[in-house]
């Protein structure tokens, strides 16, 4: 099992940057692919980033691409998403997720089998 806790959400301007965190602990982590989720308010999940197990492979959604970036630390069990250049409709809850063993890159929420709690973050224009 993976257990995940985020951090790093907050309140920023347009423009502004924010770097989300999750935490992992869990035996399976090193070898699992870890994605990036989002949720805004009266919206369906959408994916926005994905890292391979090996940390080789990354993945974004078009809406992102450019801005954000998603990395893994794996001596320290962490994920990161950098978030630049924010906008407004980035407003949502970030939640971190991990996918089984050794799976190939997914984008679909529901392929992934472990999630945080989530953080919020807004963006005010």
């Known amino acids: 099992q993976v257990q995940l806790v985020e951090s790093g959400g907050g309140l920023v301007q347009a423009g502004g940057s924010l770097r989300l965190v999750c935490a992992a602990s869990?035996?399976?982590?090193?070898?699992?692919?870890m994605g990036w989720f989002r949720q805004a308010p009266g919206k369906e999940r959408e994916f926005v980033a994905a890292?391979?197990?090996?940390?080789?492979?990354?993945y974004y959604a078009d809406s992102v691409k450019g801005r954000f970036t998603i990395s893994r630390d794996g001596a320290k069990n962490t994920v990161y998403l950098q978030m630049n250049s924010l906008k407004p409709e980035d407003t949502a809850v970030y939640s971190c997720?991990?996918?089984?063993?050794?799976?190939?890159?997914?984008?679909?929420?529901?392929?992934?089998?472990?999630w945080g709690q989530g953080t919020q973050v807004t963006v005010s224009s």
């Open positions: 997720a991990a996918d089984g063993e050794y799976k190939p890159l997914r984008t679909a929420a529901a392929r992934y089998d472990y």
């Open positions: 869990g035996r399976t982590f090193s070898r699992s692919n």
């Open positions: 890292i391979s197990w090996t940390g080789g492979s990354t």
